[in-house]
């Protein structure tokens, strides 16, 4: 038998012989505490969920290039009061790369925040720097120059 409503669980209590309607009325005050609260915990079990999935989520974005692929822009990215880290690598074969990263402004336009360039003479084939990435704000990658090939990344953390 299925249980609908309220009248169908008198009915199952009387049959079983719990005449006594004081203690199907406690009866059924207890399934509505457990109700409320397992729709509680699940409540709050979504909100956690939601909570985390915020805090975890994607913050990373990268924008490659090849001969003289520029200029060029990455996606964007949400900011989450972290920190994120701006990676350039230039391919090997040389020639340069620059890349800024940009934060986006409440008319509507783009700020620089961070600038990184490598180019032959640079002794490594890859730079990097922290910048901050507040709530609220959206960022992408802006290559400016591309010689030969590289890639730029930007990724919360």
Request: proline share 1%; aromatic share 12%; hydrophobic share 40%.
């Amino acid at each position: 038998m299925k249980i609908k409503n309220t009248i169908d669980l008198i009915d199952i209590f009387t049959k079983l012989g719990c005449v006594n309607i004081f203690y199907t009325k406690h009866i059924l005050k207890g399934v509505n505490i457990v109700r409320k609260t397992f729709t509680s915990v699940v409540l709050a079990m979504i909100f956690v969920l939601v909570s985390v999935t915020q805090v975890f989520a994607a913050t990373e974005t990268s924008v490659t290039g090849g001969p003289n692929d520029y200029p060029k822009f990455s996606t964007l990215v949400d900011g989450q009061n972290l920190y994120g880290r701006f990676t350039l690598n230039l391919r090997d074969g040389g020639g340069g790369i620059e890349a800024t990263v940009q934060e986006s402004t409440s008319g509507g336009g783009w700020k620089d925040i961070a600038f990184l360039s490598l180019n032959i003479t640079s002794e490594t084939n890859t730079t990097t720097t922290n910048v901050y990435m507040a709530r609220g704000k959206q960022y992408r990658i802006y290559i400016s120059f591309i010689g030969m090939g590289g890639t730029a990344y930007l990724r919360g953390y």
